[in-house]
């Protein structure tokens, strides 16, 4: 697996990782509007295609998870784990003291990697994800704190 900084140049590749990852995925001009705001950080994990995606977004000693994706044929493989890790650092390395991020409360996997990673329960956000004709997800806010985190 290679892990390169995203640009704009590689928005394709990572509208096709975000779409292999998620039901109402991002697309290409999404992701060059996103990465051309100030502040934020993106990753691209690819082994052979488009593998992973992650972006984030510094701004005044805070940092937050925009958001993360694996394809389902890289999962596993700690592809995921890698993403965060470049994520993390690039938030230390823009001056962010700590980081957020949402995840849906029935993505387990998700959940545990994060909990490995040191984030913490912050918050609860009712009905946080559009999931269509299947209604709403919670989403739980969990938090690190950079300045002990181990990156």
Excluded: C
Excluded at 14 to 32: G, I, M
Excluded at 55 to 76: F, K, S
Excluded at 136 to 145: G, Q
């Amino acid at each position: 697996m290679k892990l390169h900084p995203a640009v704009p140049a590689h928005a394709p590749a990572l509208a096709s990782a975000h779409a292999q990852a998620f039901d109402r995925p991002w697309d290409e001009t999404d992701f060059r509007e996103i990465l051309a705001q100030p502040g934020v950080a993106g990753f691209l994990a690819e082994a052979g295609d488009a593998a992973g995606v992650v972006l984030v977004r510094i701004v005044g000693g805070e940092a937050e998870i925009l958001t993360v994706g694996v394809a389902p044929w890289a999962r596993q493989r700690g592809v995921a784990k890698a993403l965060m890790a470049a994520a993390l650092g690039a938030a230390r390395g823009g001056g962010a003291s700590e980081i957020f991020l949402e995840v849906d409360v029935g993505n387990l996997s998700a959940i545990g990697l994060y909990t490995r990673l040191g984030f913490v329960r912050a918050g609860l956000r009712r009905g946080y994800y559009d999931r269509g004709a299947n209604g709403r997800a919670d989403a739980l806010v969990m938090r690190l704190d950079l300045t002990n985190a181990d990156l």
